[in-house]
C-alpha cells in the first residue's frame, strides 16, 4: 500500500511538472517571465567574509510562437561571471542564466549582463548587493625573509562594520623574533547607512636575533574578539631557503634516481658498440656459440 502511494505521488509530481512547464510556471509555484522582460535581484544585506561571491540564477521563457537564441551575453564588469548553457528557445521552453559577483569590499555593489537575442532585442538583468563585513583581522604581508639583526615592518589591519575599537593584540613569536606593535590608529570611520566598515591599521616592527633551524611562525590575535580568525605571518631566513631548497632538489633526485649521461661509446641512435673483453662480449660471444 505504501508503494503503491509513492507511486502515486511520483507520478502527480511529474504531471506537475510537465503542466508547469508548458505553462511558464517553476517547481515553486513562481511565474517564469518571458525573455524580453528585464529583471532584477537584490541580496540585501549579507555579511560575509570578504573577498565573497555571490551568486543568482534568473529563469526566462520563450513566449513566441517560433524558436529564438541567445547571441550574445555581455557583463557590465569584470568582477561579474555569467553561466549561461542553453542557448536555444523553442516556443515555451524555458532556460536560465547564472551570473556571481565577487565582493571585494564593504558596501552596496551593482551590476548587470545584457542579453541580446536572435530577434534583435536587448535585455539586461540587473545585479545588486550589499556586503556588511563583520570583523576581520589582516596583514599586509604573510611572509616575511630576514636576515640576523635586519629588521622589518608589517600592517596589522582590522575592518569591523559596528565600529568597535580592535583593542590589544597578542602574539606568539618564536625564540629569535622580536616584535613591536604600535597603538592602533583610526584611518576609516564607520558608517552604517552605507555599509562602509570602520578601518583601523598599527604598524608592527620585527627584528630577527638570530638564525633559525625552521621556519618561525607567529600568530596574530585579538582577545577581545575571541571570534575573529587569527593572522598568521611566516618568517623565513636567507639560509634557511637555500638549505630548504637544496634539500627538496636532494629529494626529488633521489626519487627520481640518478641520470645517467649517454656514454662515449653509445651511439647516436641509443645503440651501445660492446666494449671487447667486457662482460656484454662475453655474453655476445656465448649468445652466438648457441646459435652456432
Known amino acids: 500500500m505504501k508503494r503503491r502511494h509513492a507511486l502515486v505521488g511520483a507520478g502527480l509530481a511529474i504531471i506537475t511538472l510537465v503542466c508547469g512547464a508548458m505553462l511558464g510556471v517553476d517547481h515553486w509555484g513562481r511565474n517564469i517571465p518571458s525573455y524580453t522582460q528585464t529583471q532584477q535581484y537584490d541580496t540585501g544585506r549579507i555579511v560575509v567574509t570578504l573577498p565573497h561571491t555571490v551568486s543568482h540564477r534568473f529563469r526566462f521563457r520563450n513566449d513566441r510562437d517560433e524558436p529564438v537564441e541567445l ?89 569591523d562594520q559596528e565600529g568597535r575599537e580592535p583593542g590589544p593584540v597578542v602574539f606568539d613569536p618564536p625564540e629569535g623574533i622580536e616584535i613591536e606593535v604600535a597603538p592602533w590608529e583610526q584611518v576609516i570611520a564607520s558608517d552604517r547607512r552605507l555599509g562602509v566598515a570602520a578601518r583601523y591599521s598599527a604598524a608592527a616592527r620585527l627584528r630577527l636575533t638570530r638564525s633559525m633551524e625552521e621556519v618561525g611562525r607567529v600568530n596574530f590575535s585579538l582577545p577581545k574578539y575571541p571570534d575573529v580568525p587569527r593572522a598568521q605571518l611566516v618568517v623565513r631566513t636567507p639560509e634557511l631557503i637555500d638549505r630548504v631548497g637544496r634539500d627538496v632538489i636532494k629529494r626529488l633526485r633521489e626519487g627520481a634516481g640518478p641520470i645517467q649521461p649517454r656514454s662515449p661509446d653509445e651511439s647516436a641512435t641509443g645503440a651501445r658498440a660492446v666494449v671487447p673483453g667486457s662482460a656484454e662480449s662475453a655474453a655476445t660471444d656465448r649468445g652466438a656459440t648457441d646459435r652456432q
Do not use: N
Open 71 to 159: 547571441v550574445k551575453v555581455d557583463p557590465s564588469c569584470g568582477c561579474t561571471d555569467v553561466e549561461a548553457p542553453v542557448r536555444r528557445l523553442e516556443p515555451g521552453q524555458s532556460g536560465w542564466i547564472e551570473m556571481s559577483v565577487a565582493l571585494t569590499g564593504s558596501g552596496g555593489s551593482t551590476t548587470s549582463v545584457a542579453l541580446s537575442w536572435s530577434t534583435g532585442e536587448t535585455v539586461r538583468y540587473h545585479f545588486d548587493a550589499f556586503a556588511q563585513v563583520s570583523r576581520e583581522l589582516s596583514l599586509s604581508r604573510i611572509t616575511v625573509d630576514l636576515e640576523v639583526d635586519e629588521s622589518r615592518s608589517i600592517l596589522l589591519t582590522y575592518i
